[in-house]
């Protein structure tokens, strides 16, 4: 990585952490009409992609992967989260469950789930309710 590339990491970082309004960064004409066409076609698909979210036996009702979305797409009914339709597949929910239980389809029973080593749920969620 260069160092202007360093640099701007830094800036990019400390306008996250005043969460100044900014505005989207412009590329090249092509590739921005590109990303418009992408954006179009696949946008209104992904809110709808939990459909594939469900959680298995291990579920004991804790309500943390309703606390750790960002868009407030989990509702917990009679004990059992429930997606909403308007997920931005960020996978927090299925990443953060404390019992492993969320699960995506086929794929994903039985395979490691990943956070980031220095961070912690309480992060987490107090990020979401700030
Ligand atoms: S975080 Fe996991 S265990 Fe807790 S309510 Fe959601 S699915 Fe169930
Ligand atoms: S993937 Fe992210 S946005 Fe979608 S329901 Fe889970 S936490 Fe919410």
Known sequence: MSDKEKARIVEIVNIIRVRKPSLIEKNSAIFNFLSSLIYKFCAPRIYKMDKGF????????????????????????????????????????????????????????????????????????????R
């Open 54 to 129: 469900w959680a298995d036996a291990r579920c004991n009702s804790c309500g943390i992967c309703q606390k750790v979305c960002p868009v407030d797409n989990i509702k917990i009914e009679d004990g059992r989260p429930k997606w909403l339709g308007k997920c931005e597949q960020c996978l927090a929910c299925l990443q953060w469950c404390p019992q492993e239980a969320i699960q995506y389809g086929k794929s994903t029973s039985g395979r490691k789930r990943y956070h980031h080593p220095e961070v912690n749920i309480k992060d987490i969620i107090l990020e979401e309710d």
